[in-house]
């Protein structure tokens, strides 16, 4: 079965500090994995995908993500925050029967940006 | 290209009621899928149409359902409304298939009192 843990709820990051939010997966099937954020009150914005090309994905604003087989994990990073990264960010990986849309998603790491 | 549009942005209903909710995908997107947000529960599958049928479907009681139209825009129904319904519903449309990027609508507001 598909499944995603998100390690920490909450993190706390200085402005120009490194961001660093853990993934780690569970899949019976090779796995599609996605990143996705939420501002409130909004919709998901995807910022990256990994689909078995490149195991270093790089998204947008910044973010890039480490798709590492053997730690089935698939960490979010992003070199210097800025503030206006503050905002819940989602892992989630594709089911695994058929050809499904459907995601399974990490309980959310919300990212706060200290000035 | 116009993005995924789910109506009403936000609704009050009283126990006992019955709701539905609107999604209209991106233009293309043949696959829809519905999720409610909770603090407590997180994000979760409700159910996937494409092409007019289920593909797929969360474990949700009878009461949700949903369908969609031949024009891919999707409905979802929530009957006998209870307070635990109270949830961000939102919608995602992408191309097809497992992998496909999904993209997500802003979310329908739901509030049962």
């Known amino acids: 079965a598909q499944s995603v843990t998100q390690l920490g709820s909450h993190v706390s990051v200085s402005e120009g500090a490194l961001v660093l939010l853990r993934c780690n997966y569970s899949?019976?099937?090779?796995?599609?994995l996605f990143w996705y954020v939420q501002y409130p009150n909004q919709g998901l914005q995807l910022l990256l995908k990994?689909?078995?090309?490149?195991?270093l994905v790089k998204g947008i604003n910044g973010f890039e993500a480490e798709f590492k087989k053997s730690e089935t994990s698939f960490h979010l990073t992003k070199p210097s925050a800025h503030m206006s990264d503050a905002a819940e960010y989602f892992c989630?990986?594709?089911?695994?029967?058929?050809?499904?849309?459907?995601?399974?998603f990490g309980q959310g790491t919300t990212l706060q940006v200290k000035p | 290209k116009a993005g995924v549009t789910q109506t009403p942005r936000y609704l009050i209903k009283t126990r006992g009621q019955q709701v539905t909710l609107s999604c209209s995908p991106i233009?293309?997107?043949?696959?829809v899928s519905w999720y409610q947000q909770t603090p407590g529960q997180g994000l979760q599958f409700l159910f996937e149409?494409?092409?007019?049928?289920?593909?797929n479907k969360g474990n949700f009681p009878g009461r949700f359902s949903g369908r969609q139209f031949s024009n891919s825009r999707s409905e979802m129904n929530v009957s006998t409304l209870e307070l635990g319904d109270s949830a961000l519903y939102l919608c995602?449309?992408?191309?097809?298939?497992?992998?496909?990027?999904?993209?997500f609508g802003q979310g329908t507001r739901l509030t049962v009192v």
């Open positions: 899949s019976s099937v090779p796995p599609y």
């Open positions: 149409y494409f092409s007019e049928t289920q593909r």
């Open positions: 995602a449309s992408s191309l097809a298939g497992r992998g496909s990027e999904a993209f």
């Open positions: 233009s293309g997107h043949r696959s």
């Open positions: 990994y689909t078995s090309a490149a195991t």
């Open positions: 989630a990986v594709s089911g695994a029967s058929g050809n499904t849309g459907k995601l399974i």
